[in-house]
């Protein structure tokens, strides 16, 4: 068990540009979650997968924001058209369908000049 | 509104000095409650999860307890390494809002020795 892995660890970009980041949850978990966290503030839930569909999605994430799952494995997090506001840790947690622990990764850091 | 409100924002302690920290919640449909450690730069840590009113979990030097609408982090003789800040997060029932965790803002804990 290696754990929910994130990459890339730290993304500076410009604003405006489109960004994608990673997320490999623990082996054989089902459920996927992101979540962004502000400095001082705790997660916010964005969206969560089961297996590869995707079942929520929080009102917080605009249509600039898309996120993937496509063979139930691995998410991809990408943003379109950054802003300022977009600056943030981007949180990804897994567990298994009937489980209720979320196991969270590292996060990636976002910063958007 | 379902709420999850921690206090203090941040506490100072001695070294060996026990304390309690606090998460209120106002929901519908609790399903359980969860205490994670964040350290900063990194993502959250599993420390315990609650069901149920009158349950309590240990480990080291903390004690998670739940009544009916809040809960209590206890940390009995703190020592530097406790310093963190520390996340109470809610899960809802199923039948409301998926399976989203709802996040306080954390309190910040710094053990000086």
Redesign the interface.
């Known amino acids: 068990d290696t754990g929910?892995s994130?990459n890339p660890r730290h993304k500076i970009t410009k604003r405006g540009q489109n960004v994608t980041f990673r997320c490999d949850p623990i082996s054989e978990h089902n459920?996927l979650?992101w979540?962004r966290q502000t400095l001082?503030?705790?997660?916010?839930?964005l969206t969560?997968f089961q297996n590869e569909a995707q079942?929520?999605k929080?009102r917080l994430l605009s249509d600039r924001f898309s996120a993937e799952r496509p063979k139930g494995s691995f998410s991809t997090l990408e943003i379109q058209r950054t802003e300022q506001g977009d600056s943030a840790m981007y949180?990804c947690a897994s567990?298994l369908l009937g489980a209720?622990?979320?196991?969270?990764?590292?996060?990636t850091?976002l910063t958007v000049l | 509104e379902d709420q999850?409100t921690q206090s203090p924002e941040a506490l100072r302690l001695q070294e060996g000095e026990s304390s309690s920290l606090n998460c209120s919640y106002t929901v519908s449909g609790l399903?359980?409650l969860?205490w994670?450690r964040q350290d900063p730069?990194?993502?959250?840590?599993?420390l315990f999860?609650l069901y149920s009113a009158g349950e309590e979990k240990e480990k080291e030097r903390l004690k998670a307890t739940l009544t009916k609408k809040e809960s209590f982090l206890h940390i009995t003789a703190p020592k530097p390494e406790d310093s963190a800040t520390y996340?109470c997060?809610v899960?809802f029932s199923f039948t409301t809002?998926?399976?989203?965790?709802?996040?306080?803002?954390?309190t910040q804990l710094t053990v000086n020795p």
Do not use: H, I, N
Not at chain 1, 40 to 45: A, L
Not at chain 1, 100 to 107: C, E, H, K, L, S
């Open positions: 929910v994130q459920r979650y979540y001082g503030q705790g997660p916010e839930f969560y079942l929520e929080s949180l567990t209720d622990t979320q196991y969270f990764g590292p996060g850091r | 999850v399903r359980g969860f994670y730069g990194k993502g959250p840590e599993f999860t996340l997060a899960l809002s998926g399976s989203r965790l709802t996040f306080g803002e954390g």
